[in-house]
């Protein structure tokens, strides 16, 4: 079964930091851009940022330029979102997801995990 899993969301300060993990499990992510996207209560899903298949392209939303960094590690098959300075504005479901590339239709998506900022 092809899954991907998303962790280390929770409960943070304005400010702080989080690491999310996207661990593929059932395929090797060698062969896939990985993709973040999130999604607050009533808004819709917008892409954080994404990463090629290789590691050597990385995007980024405007709205998380220099606070997030996205990372794979293919030996451990899991794909990272370092997140810094977090705002309560980056409150929302995390989900990662697989494509050919960055850009193009994603197939694979995880179920999630929850990021809440707040004091």
């Known amino acids: 079964q092809l899954q991907l899993v998303e962790s280390g969301g929770g409960l943070v300060q304005p400010g702080g930091s989080l690491r999310l993990s996207c661990a593929a499990s059932g395929f090797t992510l060698d062969y896939y851009a990985i993709g973040w996207f999130r999604q607050a209560p009533g808004k819709e899903r917008e892409g954080v940022s994404c990463?090629?298949?290789?590691?050597?392209?990385?995007n980024y939303a405007d709205s998380v330029k220099g606070r997030f960094t996205i990372s794979r590690d293919n030996a451990k098959n899991t794909v990272y979102l370092q997140m810094n300075s977090l705002k309560p504005e980056d409150t929302a479901d995390y989900y990662c997801?697989?494509?050919?590339?960055?850009?193009?239709?994603?197939?694979?998506w995880g179920q999630g995990t929850q990021v809440t900022v707040s004091s």
């Open positions: 997801a697989s494509s050919w590339d960055c850009g193009y239709e994603y197939d694979y």
């Open positions: 990463i090629s298949r290789s590691g050597g392209s990385t």
